[in-house]
């Protein structure tokens, strides 16, 4: 049985989540982006998104699924529409009957959720991320293709694990930071702070007001 759903971003990843949701038997009703000249060249009748003409926006119908890859941007996103959202989860992922998954969120090809786990809404797990058992991932964070979280392991709202990077058990990423492609995380994280390098090194802290 199809059903109908809304995407907002037309960039390239918006193009993998709409095919996860045509395997999933979804039909894709609307694509919208706020720069629709700068679409991805696969997008197809893309529309005005709502940054520009917010009271005029249809934020009644299908649930959406902010496609923009940017944490921060799809944050943004979510804080002026005012729908109701999908997720998307494609068919090879394996992931436990005990884990939660918050709306919006989507998990690609190859990606593995083990039990007791609880992930946020928006956020990303990209293709082939091992998120294991009791991990807490917040809202609109982003584990990249290839990361591995181990147990009990903690990721802030907004936070980027970048491509191949390790977490070691029982460690706690901060709110909005990134950790560097291939990183080794070996110890808690503060918040709004990158780490890169083998083992982990903070290599900067943003202040904030």
């Known amino acids: ?69 940017i944490n921060a941007e799809r944050a943004e996103i979510a804080d002026f529409l005012n729908c109701t959202y999908e997720k998307a989860i494609h068919q090879s992922a394996i992931i436990s009957n005990t884990s939660k998954i918050g709306d919006g969120t989507v998990v690609f090809a190859g990606a593995i959720i083990q039990p007791n786990t609880s992930i946020g809404k928006h956020v990303i ?16 964070a982003h584990i990249s293709p290839k990361a591995a979280l181990c147990g009990h392991v903690e990721v802030g709202e907004g936070s980027h694990v970048g ?15 990134t950790i560097g492609a291939g990183t080794i995380v070996l110890k808690d994280v503060p918040d709004y ?9 903070i290599i900067n802290t943003k202040k904030q007001n």
């Open 163 to 177: 491509v191949g990077a390790v977490v070691i058990p029982k460690v706690k990423i901060g709110k909005w930071c």
């Open 125 to 140: 797990i990209n293709t082939g991320a091992s998120v294991d058992h009791d991990n807490v991932i917040g809202d609109f």
């Open 193 to 201: 702070s990158t780490v890169v390098g083998n083992p982990g090194k």
């Open 1 to 69: 049985m199809e059903s109908k759903v809304r995407i907002y971003g037309a960039g390239g990843h918006s193009q993998v989540i709409k095919e996860v949701l045509e395997i999933n038997n979804y039909i894709v009703t609307e694509t919208f982006d706020d720069k629709p000249e700068g679409v991805h060249y696969a997008s197809k009748n893309v529309a005005i998104g709502a940054r520009e003409n917010i009271n005029t926006f249809p934020h009644d119908g299908p649930p959406v699924i902010i496609a923009v890859g």
